[in-house]
C-alpha cells in the first residue's frame, strides 16, 4: 500500500511538471507583507506557549486563536470567539478525554480537577 501511494505521488507530480506553467499574467500577484502585523503575531505566538503553563492551556489556546483572528483575519469578533471556543473543545475531548493525555490546567486546575 505506501509503494502504491508513492507511485501515485511520483505520477501526479510528473503530470504536474509536465503541464504548462501559467504565465505571471495568470497568477494573482501577492500583497507585501505587513511585517509589523507579522512581527505582533509572532510576539503573540511566543507569549501563548510560555503562558500555557502559568495560565493553563484553555485559556492560552482560546486567547491567542481570538487574537490571532482578531489580528490576521477579517472575521467578525463573534465568530473568532465561537471558532477559538470550539476548537479548545475540541482539544479538550479529543486529549483529555479521549486519548488521556493531561493538558496543563494553571489557574483553572482546582477547578477543572482533572
Known amino acids: 500500500m ?5 507511485v501515485l505521488g511520483l505520477i501526479t507530480s510528473l503530470i504536474l511538471i509536465v ?5 505571471v499574467a ?3 500577484i501577492p500583497h507585501p ?16 506557549i ?8 484553555f485559556i492560552a489556546i482560546p486567547s491567542f486563536l481570538f487574537f490571532s483572528f482578531y489580528l490576521l483575519g477579517k472575521i467578525e469578533v463573534k465568530k473568532s470567539i ?4 470550539i476548537f479548545t473543545a475540541f482539544i479538550y475531548f479529543t486529549f483529555v478525554q479521549l486519548l488521556e493525555v493531561p493538558l496543563p490546567n494553571g489557574i ?4 477543572l480537577d482533572i
Open 33 to 48: 507583507i505587513n511585517w509589523r502585523r507579522f512581527l505582533l503575531w509572532c510576539a503573540l505566538s511566543v507569549i501563548a
Open 82 to 85: 465561537l471558532i477559538s471556543l
Open 50 to 57: 510560555a503562558a500555557i503553563q502559568d495560565i493553563g492551556s
Open 19 to 23: 503541464q504548462k506553467k501559467p504565465s
Open 26 to 28: 495568470d497568477e494573482e
Open 2 to 6: 505506501p509503494v502504491s501511494i508513492a
Open 108 to 111: 483553572l486546575s482546582d477547578w
